[in-house]
């Protein structure tokens, strides 16, 4: 199988979609000419032409309102944003046109665009450009909210996303870009809302996604060697729809649960889930949900305290054994 | 009062001028007393639902067009089949001049299950996509992006049609706006933004919210824009055939604004007494009334009696009882129809791809 990376992935669903329906269109900052601001879309502008692959000018409102508005005549509007912390200038467009239009129509209208782009910490970049809004986004009904971690799930969620007939918001992440992985060529196709064992376990249950699922890759390594405990990794793939049963078969068969997430505390996608958990499987569980999250401020720019802020493979080594205590 | 009477207002072409505008000149008798008719039919239908929304039959807002149903009859009987619509919430009067059935969109009011959009969107969101017709939408200049984005997707198709997004005064401040503006000019789309310029925003007057010209704004994004009176109706097409022209023919957008004026307060809620005086909305009652504009001229023209005239009154009266009785009569949503119409794949459940859990307690 071919081993190519994250931005590879995203590239190579993006082109084989492009390639299957002439109404997909990719759309957004640099996308066409530039080559992508992470050359995600690189080479695409030369192989599907300016009609497919569309520069925008720095105007998030205006062009995601512009995506939105054409899908609902049958366009499939794969719109970049630079970075997803820019979603806040487009706030209105997203959660309150995309998510909201089908339901105020009666279902007259359906709304069948992506909109996708890195959503991270950890480069530096200051609070402004390291939001994650994958908790603020799924609190909108009417939205599907995915964040793949590794290649072949970035482009096998892609292309699901691509083909959804609801809108979709996919967060990539910039520290991924460059991750290798095995991907299958051609049609790869991972449903949304299927969680996925990266690691099977038999102690601890690390419920994860993101970013954070390598983190706790790295954690459940530590955790076998050094202290013969057994982790799974859940990895949820997908926010919403949500996979709880995959995680409520796994908290059956470790009872103890540590939830990891790049995600301010409050009101967290992991908060969500802690509740999920002990109102489904509250008898299963022999010890209190632990979660480890972001620092609760803003982003630091500061670089070697940025990575003690987010979560990290020492954060997680400490949380899962405070969870197995 | 606003600075609302520009200088081109004060000196009006004459009613003939615009009758003569080939676009008019060649309407049959039928299709002048249709246009008549549609604009009485939306006057009756919104007193109508205004006498409901005072019964209580009808919760949340309701921002009435009463006064401006010259602009939305105009421009709306000007559609091909490839021409869309998309407008802000005081949507009543584009609805029913894009061909909706009043029954459903009175019932819309009352939240009933069979109003046009199942008693989920409410007054400011009626939708038709059958009739080219996308809402609808309450937040001040938010679908006008949207607007843009039908006339891409005229573009990408390569189909001959226009979008027409309707804005009110109020909405050229919102950044969407010149966001949208910017990129449809830039990329060329097929799209006429309509400011229906009623001279308040809310309570605002256009002097109080505005720097400078609304429609000139356009020139800064090398867009053509076009000012015309929305009193009436043959005017408001005459200007908007030329810009819709440009659109389809050309693929240029422009901007039009259309000087009207509404009756009513901003909503039924707004007690209408702080920002115009009686006198002002009298005045334009008595002078600038858009039916009774138009009555006047299709009676010397010969076109209409007023037997005619009278009998269509009473149609659209009774239209409007008929469809409040509609909707007294028809059943609410229930609340298992809350969690409906949220997610395609949730209503198509045979053709879902996704897994997992879409609703959460």
Not at chain 1, 237 to 254: G, H, N
Request: with cysteine; proline share 6%.
């Amino acid at each position: 199988m071919p081993v190519i990376t994250y931005r590879e992935a995203v590239r190579h669903a993006l082109a084989e979609e492009l390639e299957r329906d002439p109404n997909v269109v990719v759309m957004g900052e640099e996308v066409a000419q530039f080559n992508g601001a992470y050359k995600v879309t690189e080479g695409l502008l030369a192989r599907f032409g300016p009609q497919r692959i569309v520069d925008t000018p720095i105007s998030e409102a205006g062009f995601i309102g512009v995506g939105i508005g054409a899908s609902m005549l049958g366009i499939r509007p794969v719109m970049e944003l630079m970075f997803w912390s820019f979603y806040s200038v487009a706030f209105d467009q997203i959660l309150n046109n995309a998510a909201n239009v089908r339901y105020m129509s009666g279902g007259q209208i359906h709304c069948p665009i992506v909109i996708r782009g890195p959503a991270n910490g950890g480069t530096n970049v200051g609070a402004t450009h390291s939001h994650t809004p994958e908790n603020v986004l799924a609190n909108h009904p009417g939205v599907k909210v995915v964040v793949p971690s590794t290649p072949a799930d970035a482009k096998g969620l892609l292309k699901s996303a691509i083909r959804d007939n609801d809108p979709v918001f996919f967060l990539e992440n910039t520290m991924l870009y460059g991750e290798k992985g095995e991907v299958p060529a051609g049609e790869h196709v991972v449903p949304l809302g299927l969680a996925d064992v990266k690691r099977p376990g038999t102690d601890l249950t690390i419920v994860t996604y993101g970013r954070s699922v390598l983190h706790s890759l790295a954690a459940a390594e530590v955790l076998e060697r050094e202290h013969k405990v057994s982790a799974e990794v859940l990895d949820l793939r997908t926010i919403r729809p949500l996979d709880i049963d995959s995680v409520l078969r796994s908290v059956a068969k470790t009872h103890r649960v540590l939830i990891v997430e790049e995600q301010k505390p409050f009101a967290s996608v992991g908060s969500q889930l802690a509740y999920m958990i002990q109102r489904e499987a509250f008898d299963e569980l022999d010890a209190p949900i632990h979660r480890l999250a972001t620092v609760d401020a803003p982003a630091i720019y500061s670089p070697p305290v940025e990575i003690e802020q987010l979560p990290n493979p020492r954060r997680v080594l400490q949380a899962a054994l405070e969870t197995l205590a | 009062m606003s600075k609302k009477p520009t200088a081109k207002e004060a000196t009006p072409p004459t009613a003939t001028d615009h009758a003569q505008a080939p676009v008019n000149a060649r309407l049959s008798p039928e299709e002048r007393i249709e246009l008549f008719r549609k604009m009485v039919r939306i006057r009756r239908f919104e007193e109508r639902s205004l006498r409901a929304y005072q019964a209580k039959k009808i919760g949340g807002f309701l921002h009435l067009y009463i006064g401006q149903e010259a602009v939305a009859v105009g421009c709306c009987s000007l559609m091909g089949p490839n021409d869309h619509v998309i407008t802000a919430y005081r949507d009543h009067g584009h609805a029913i001049a894009v061909g909706m059935d009043t029954k459903p969109l009175m019932a819309e009011l009352y939240g009933k299950a069979t109003g046009c959009s199942k008693g989920k969107g409410g007054s400011m969101h009626y939708f038709d996509p059958s009739r080219n017709f996308w809402g609808g939408h309450g937040i001040v200049g938010g679908q006008i992006p949207l607007g843009a984005g039908l006339a891409y997707a005229l573009k990408y198709k390569g189909l001959k049609g226009a979008a027409m997004a309707f804005m009110g005064d109020g909405a050229v401040n919102q950044g969407a706006v010149h966001e949208a503006y910017n990129l449809a000019s830039l990329w060329n789309l097929p799209v006429v933004f309509v400011i229906e310029n009623n001279g308040y925003s809310m309570g605002t007057s256009q002097a109080r919210s505005s720097a400078g010209e609304l429609a000139q704004r356009a020139a800064g994004y090398d867009m053509q824009w076009g000012q015309c009176s929305g009193h009436d109706v043959y005017e408001v097409r005459a200007m908007m055939d030329k810009f819709l022209t440009l659109a389809r023919e050309n693929g240029r957008p422009s901007t039009v604004e259309i000087h009207t004026y509404r009756y009513r307060g901003h909503s039924v809620a707004d007690p209408d007494n702080t920002y115009r005086s009686k006198q002002e909305i009298e005045e334009y009652r008595r002078t600038r009334d858009p039916i009774q504009l138009f009555q006047d001229k299709l009676l010397a023209e010969g076109v209409l009696t007023a037997a005619l005239a009278e009998q269509i009154d009473a149609e659209a009266r009774a239209e409007a009882d008929l469809a409040a009785d509609f909707s007294e009569a028809s059943p609410f949503p229930t609340p298992a129809d809350i969690q409906t119409d949220v997610y395609w794949e949730a209503d198509n459940p045979a053709d879902r791809r996704s897994q997992g859990r879409l609703f959460f307690t």
